[in-house]
């Protein structure tokens, strides 16, 4: 079946380690996104990309890398720049149609000890 | 400035009864797109509905449906009769394209409680 895969699903960071989240999608979709949720908050974009070897910030994007080297993949690094990395942290791919939802992974929940 | 706001940060309703979930949105572009998501304590992101700016009618989709007024900029989620499985935080979003790249925003959600 097509999706989205988060993994892992649990992360602990100890202060000042960068850890990488990794997102792997399976639709053949173009555009991939990085959103993180804090508790009883909206999803903030962080990253997105539309094409391979293309990417933009997102509204907050400090403290965190992102690559696309392959149009399946996306991985997220949170740097030990960023922080406060403690949340929920979730990936989402689209295809270029206005009339297309948003496919999510399950997301990773990063607590940084 | 918001670009979508749900000023609803909880709600209870009865079981059965019908529940509107509002959200009103702020853009200067003829083409956008909306959404609801449902997000259950799991932690996923579950797609409701989806309303096109140019979409004339309003978007239903079994018991859930889209009230789409474009002059008021709102795009509030009706759910109706509604059901313990329903308890969940809801979130609408507006689909952007910006420069050619697109992107999703959120509004900060209205977590729903069904009572029995």
Redesign the interface.
């Known amino acids: 079946d097509g999706g989205i895969t988060q993994s892992p699903k649990y992360l602990f960071r100890k202060e000042g380690q960068n850890v990488t989240l990794s997102c792997e999608q399976n639709l053949n979709h173009d ?1 991939m ?1 990085w ?1 993180r949720q804090d508790p ?6 962080i990253y ?1 990309s ?1 094409i391979v070897n293309d990417f ?1 910030k ?1 509204d907050i994007a400090e403290g965190y890398s992102v690559s696309r080297e392959k149009k399946e993949s996306f991985p997220l690094t949170v740097t030990s720049a960023q922080k406060n990395p403690t949340a ?1 942290y ?1 990936c ?1 791919s ?1 295809t ?1 149609s ?2 297309y ?4 992974g ?2 990773t ?1 990063l607590t940084v000890v | 400035a918001q670009k979508i706001t749900q000023t609803q940060p909880g709600m209870f309703v009865q079981e059965k009864e019908a529940v509107t979930l509002d959200c009103t949105y702020d853009t200067s572009d003829q083409s956008y797109g909306l959404f609801w998501y449902k997000q259950p304590s799991s932690g996923e992101m579950i797609f409701l509905i989806y309303q096109g700016s140019y979409d004339e009618q309003n978007a239903t989709e079994g018991r859930y449906s889209l009230n789409f007024q474009k002059a008021r900029k709102s795009a509030n989620l009706v759910i109706s009769a509604s059901q313990l499985g329903d308890s969940a935080m809801y979130f609408c979003a507006m689909r952007e394209v910006i420069f050619g790249n697109e992107k999703l925003t959120f509004g900060t959600g209205t977590r729903l409680t069904i009572i029995p």
């Open positions: 555009a996104y959103y009883g908050q909206g999803l903030r974009l997105y539309q933009q997102g929920f979730l989402a689209t270029q206005m009339n939802g948003y496919t999510f399950s997301g929940r």
